[in-house]
Nanobody, 127 residues
């Protein structure tokens, strides 16, 4: 069974940094692209970052470009989301998701492209 477990969320002041982790199990991790999504109350889920299975490609939503960085450690079956210069509008539940890559450089941030999801971790940014 494919499992994804997010951690690292919490309450942080605006302008600070936070790093989220997504620990994966139950599948061949280095064959999967991994993405981060977030959903704020009353809003649709938003894809914010993705990293390819071979760690060679990344893509970011405009809302986080230049502030967030996605990375992966295939030896640890873990993907990270380093978040800098956090804003109150970054407050959301953050989810990681996985899909078997059609090729090693594939990236995408549409939620219908993913079929394995974690349960989420709450990030709250206070002003």
């Amino acid at each position: 069974e494919r499992q994804l477990v997010e951690s690292g969320g919490g309450l942080v002041q605006a302008g600070k940094s936070l790093r989220l982790s997504c620990a994966a199990s139950g599948f061949t991790f280095d064959r999967y692209a991994i993405a981060w999504f977030r959903q704020a109350p009353g809003k649709e889920r938003e894809g914010i970052a993705c990293i390819s299975s071979d760690d060679g490609s990344t893509v970011y939503a405009d809302s986080v470009k230049g502030r967030f960085a996605i990375s992966r450690d295939n030896a640890k079956n873990t993907v990270y989301l380093q978040m800098h210069s956090l804003k109150p509008e970054d407050t959301a539940v953050y989810y990681c998701a996985a899909r078997l890559s059609p090729d090693s450089l594939w990236v995408g941030i549409r939620d219908d492209e993913y079929d394995a999801w974690g349960q989420g971790t709450q990030v709250t940014v206070s002003s």
